[in-house]
């Protein structure tokens, strides 16, 4: 009765396993093919209401040769820079063209740099551009780091002639939108006048249909729209920026307008605060202190008394604690990006927003001819006056802070412009964008400077490096650059699968021809391993190019010789005429050590590959390692697994021909 009742509960767990393995399959399809499982998802929801959530869409990491793009070949003069700081000097380089590429806007670019003879080089691929010209131009020269103060150079005024241009060009705009007008009231299509009148690019492409406006949007439209009726088309409207022609359609109920106080605790190391005077504990105790004591009458004197930052935040979690709350309540306290937040909504009113299509005749404007002055000019004080830049603490507070060393002439600048801005920011670029801007507190003579803000240690560590790049001499010259046409690697992905597939087919057919029931098993086993290491792929991010592809089909026979290694082995076991259960376990247990020495002694190989091969090797050898790690778990347990489930389909010795277990 015991192993009878023993034999119940191991089935029962073998259901389970099976069971866990199916869904496992389907998962990792799923996840590979998340349009083709969102469609499934959909008729299931639409006849049963499960309310299945969809899969997130993201496409396969695809390399260079595969995607298309271009291939940069960077050469870093460093002739001048001491030996020591050569490769800290290139490392730095290659970090800055990666923020420039990230910059470009271009998905996974891949930077590094390597070393031929005496000779840095930084190579960079780029998948899916196409006009390699301006990524050229966007990658090309030195990091420069300079020093910059307020600008108070007042701005100029129009010249006569500018004022008249732009009295000129709006008047034309105001008499091609009265008769744009016009060919409205005499009955024309607003879509089509929209197509080919409207100067917004937006209305345009869409025959004027912009959609759903709230109260946030242009005031002198929205006005429009909050008093004309479905329908209505408008006369021309003026605004700042042109002249608009409407057409109201439907309305809607839109977010509701919120109104609130704030008061923000900061704490060290948070950001946009103007006072980070607490450790995260204290600020979250004084946060809960001031909620305990507010009310509506005191909000803004506890405000004015205890916020350390000016500063109202539209944070998501803020707005997500304020849309939750009712009006008149105060609530908190609410981490957010730049401290600790007590919150008093004062009220909530709601909003409705309105469909509408759009003609627009722009208006020239004094932006037009006088840009935005830069609020920022050179204090002559650059990279070049820096010496080191090195990762530090503070003593009080144990912030991790950057410290700067000028030269002796870097010293004498540094000097006059702190003297000159005592209680005023300097702001420090780097790369042509502002990386800190503190506020001078008194005159520095000694020619050193600290950089504090919100960063942990990782990104002191790159701050220091990017600045040591760029205070030191590396300019960099393009010495090869190769085009790969988009067509060449979409050909290329599409021969790859091709072959990917047919080489899997062969492999099933031959492991079923020969194995019979257990290559069947196999074949399940080898359908599971492929889209399981796929998923793994897309999981971690991993950049398939065509070595890469190569490496995941040369492991489907790794994969393979795993269980071709058990299924010879139970063979011996049956020939010792044990059954064939038994042949199944010993089978597995003694193919083990070979199948691990295997795949091991393979992956020590993949692991040299990875540290020391270029680019195309390793990502062979990662796609390989990670289909052998996944072909080990698919042979060991997926075939194991099965196989105890359907052994006792059949007899334990009559039938080992129909299995392919011969004596």
Known sequence: MATEQTRRQLRARLRWGIAGIVALFFIALAYDMPAKANKVIDRVNGMVALGIPHISVADFSLGLDLQGGAHLVYQADVTAIPDGDRATAVEGVRDVIERRVNGIGVGEPHVQTTKVGDEYRVIVELPGVTDINRAISMIGGTPILEFKEENDVPARDLTKDEQKQINDFNADAKKRADETLKRLKNGEVFS?????????????????????????????????????????????????????????????AGEPSIEASDIVICYLGSSDCDAPLYTKKEAKDKAQEIFDQANASNFDDLALQYSTSQKRTDSPEAMDALK????????????????????????EQPTVEYEISLIFIKKQTILDILPPQDPWKPTGLSGKNLE????????????????????????????SI????????????????????????????????????????????????????????????????????????????????????????????????????????????LSLYAVLTLAVFKLIGVTLTLAGIGGFILSIGMAVDANVLIFERMKEELRQKKSLKAALEDGFVRAWSSIRDGNVSTLITCAMLIWFGSSFVQGFAVAL???????????????????????????QMGNRAFWGFTE
């Open 192 to 252: 089509d006048i929209a197509k080919e009148v409207s100067e917004d690019p937006y209305s345009k492409n869409n025959g004027g249909y912009i959609g759903y406006i709230s109260n946030t949007f242009d005031p002198t439209l929205y006005n429009w729209a909050q008093t004309a009726a479905q329908g209505d088309q408008s006369h021309v409207i003026e605004n700042e920026a042109g002249y608009a022609l409407l057409e109201r359609a439907g309305e809607r």
């Open 324 to 347: 939750k709350a009712s009006a008149g309540e105060i609530i908190g306290p609410v981490e957010a990006g730049d401290g600790f937040h007590v919150l008093y909504k004062q009220s």
């Open 388 to 415: 080191r830049a090195e990762v530090v603490s503070d003593t009080i507070s144990g912030a991790v802070q950057v410290s700067l060393q000028f030269d002796s002439e870097g010293t004498d600048l540094f000097k």
């Open 418 to 525: 702190t003297e000159r801005h005592i209680g005023e920011p300097v702001a420090i670029f780097l790369d042509g964008q502002p990386i800190s801007t503190p506020i001078v507190q008194t005159a520095i003579t000694n020619g050193r400077a600290v950089i504090s803000g919100n960063f942990n240690l990782n990104d002191a560590r790159l701050l220091s490096q990017r600045l040591n790049a760029g205070a030191l001499p590396v300019p960099v010259e393009l010495i090869s650059q190769q085009s790969v046409g988009a067509t060449l690697g979409a050909s290329s992905l599409q021969k790859s699968l091709i072959a990917g597939l047919i080489g899997i087919l062969i492999v099933m057919l031959f492991m079923t021809v020969l194995y019979r029931v257990p290559g069947l098993v196999s074949v399940f086993s």
């Open 625 to 651: 390692a990670l289909g052998i790690l996944v072909s080990m778990f698919t042979a060991i347990t997926i075939t194991r697994v099965v196989l105890r489930f359907i052994i006792p389909w059949f007899p």
